[in-house]
C-alpha cells in the first residue's frame, strides 16, 4: 500500500507540476479516450437481431412468445415478424417447432406419431386427410414464389362397387410472395404435384386460387384438348411478338438514326388454327407389283367314227364311215402388273403462323429515296417480309414533336436540382452542427482555460507571510519582489526587506492592519 501511495503521489506531484494547457489537453484526450473504449464496447456487445419466424398468425405468435419468455430469451416484434438474437436463432426455431407451437402450419404425418387407442375408422381417415394436406400444403411452400398454401381434399367414401366410385377432389390456395406472379406452366405443376398425391384424383378436379381471388386453373387443360388458345392468350403471344420485332429493329436503326430518333411499330395477325394437311406425291416411274407367264398344249384327233341316221335310229340301214384327221395347239399367255408408287405425307401445323404483317417505320428528320431503301431493306430482312403474304412497310421521315420529351427534361432536371439542393442543405446542416460542436468544445476549452489561469493568478496574489520575512534577515535569501514597489528610485531590484522597510515607513497604517488580520487569524 506504500508503494501505491508512492506511486500516487509522484503522480499527483507531476500533475500539480503540469501547465493549464497541458492538464485541459490531458484531460479532453482521457475524455476522448473513455467515450471511444465505451462506443467500442457498445458496438462490439450489442444484440444483433434475427428473424425467428415471418408472416406468423396472432394466434401462433403469441404463443411463441410466451415461450420466449418462459425462457427469458429477449425479443422484438415488428409488425408480424419475430426477431431473436442472430445467435440463437436456429436453437430457437428448432425449439419452437418440436415443442408443437405452430399447430396451423400443420403436423403431417406427425400426426400417426402420437399413439392413440381404440381410434375409429372415421378419426383414422380424417387424420389422413389432415396429414395429406399438411404435407401437400408444405411440399407447395417451398417453392420460392409461394410464401403460404391451403390444401382441401374431397376424398370420397369407398365402395365395391366401380360404377359407384367417384373421383375425389382438391382445392389449393396460394399467398404469393411479394408481386411474384406464377406461370401456366407452374400452375399446372402444383396440379400434377396434388393430382398425383391423391388416390382418384384427376388433374380437372383440382382448382387453384391466389390471395387476389384468380383462378389459376381455369381452362388451364382446354388449350391441350382442343388444339386450340384461348383469345386472351392470342392476345398476348401476338403482343409479345410484336414487341420483339419492334425492339429489334429499334435497336438496329437506333445505333444508326440515335435511340430517340427513330420510332417503329409492328402489327402482327397470326393465325392460331391447328390444321393438319396430308399431302401425296406420285413417283414418275412405275413399279412391277406382280408378273405371270401361262403355257398350254392340245392335240385334237378323229377317227373310225361311225354314223347313224338322222331320220331313224332304230332302222338297220347305217352308213359307216372312217376318217382319219388330228391336230395339235400351243396357247403362251403373259400378264404383268404394274403400279404407281405414291408417298403421302401428313403434317399438323402448330398454332401462331403469322398470317401478315405490317411495319411502320417513322424517322426524325429528312431521309433520301436511296436511305429509305436500305432501311426498307434492312427491316425486311430483321421481320421476315413476305410479300406473297401481303405484309406491308412503311417509312417515312418527318420532324419530332419534342415538347414532351423537353418537359419531362424539365422536370428531371428541376428534381435534379431540388434533390442537389436537398443534399446541400443536409450537407450545410451537417457542417453547422459540426461547426457549432466544435465552437462550443473551443468555448468550453476557452472557458476552464481562464478559470484555471484567474484561480492560479488569485493564488499568486494573495499576501505573503511578511512578518516571517523582516524576522532573521538571514534565514531567506533574496526573492524576486511579488508586486511592483512602491519607491520612486527604482534603478535596480531592491532586497525584499528594504522594501517592507520602506514600504512600512510610507504607509504604516496598512501595514498594523495587515498584522492584526494575521493575529486574528492565528487566534481561531
Known sequence: MNKIQDIFNKLKEKWNNLSVNKKILITITAFGIIFSL???????????????????DAQDASKIIEKLKSDKISYKVEGNTI??????????????????????????????????????????????????QDELAKTIMSFDEVEKARVMLVLPDDTVFARESENARASVALKLKGTSTLSQAQVKAIIALVSGS???????????????????????????????????????????????LQNDLKKILGDVFGYDKVSVKVNADLDFDSKQV???????????????????????????????SPIDNFMTNTTNSTTNQSSSTNREEETTNYEIGQTEEKTIKAPGEVRRMTVSVLIDGNINNTERNQIKNIVAAATGYDEKRGDQISIEAMPFNNDLKEKQEEQLKLMQEQEAREKKIKLYTTIGMASGAGILLIALIIFITRKLKKSKKDEDLQPKPIIDVVVGDDVIKKQPPIYEPVLEEEE?????????????????????????????????
Open 198 to 244: 391423391v388416390k382418384n384424383l384427376p388433374k380437372e378436379n383440382v382448382e387453384v386460387i391466389d390471395s387476389n381471388m384468380n383462378l389459376l386453373s381455369e381452362n388451364i387443360f382446354d388449350d391441350v384438348n382442343s388444339g386450340t388458345v384461348s383469345a386472351f392468350k392470342q392476345r398476348d403471344i401476338e403482343k409479345q411478338f410484336e414487341s420483339s
Open 83 to 132: 426477431l431473436v438474437p442472430k445467435d440463437k436463432v436456429d436453437e430457437l426455431r428448432i425449439s419452437v417447432l418440436s415443442d408443437g407451437y405452430l399447430p396451423s402450419n400443420g403436423k403431417g404425418w406427425a400426426l400417426f406419431d402420437e399413439s392413440k387407442f381404440g381410434v375409429t375408422d372415421t378419426e383414422a381417415k380424417v387424420m389422413y386427410q389432415r396429414a395429406l
Open 492 to 524: 535596480d531590484r531592491m532586497d525584499i526587506e528594504k522594501e517592507i522597510k520602506q514600504y512600512a515607513s510610507k504607509k504604516p497604517d496598512q501595514v498594523v492592519e495587515v498584522i492584526k488580520t494575521w493575529l486574528s487569524e492565528d487566534e481561531r
Open 278 to 308: 396430308t399431302t401425296i406425291k406420285y413417283d414418275k416411274d412405275s413399279i412391277i407389283r406382280s408378273q405371270s407367264k401361262i403355257k398350254e398344249t392340245s392335240n385334237d384327233s378323229t377317227g373310225n367314227n361311225s354314223g347313224t
Open 38 to 56: 465505451i462506443l467500442l464496447f457498445t458496438y462490439f456487445n450489442r444484440v444483433t437481431y434475427s428473424t425467428l419466424f415471418t408472416d406468423v
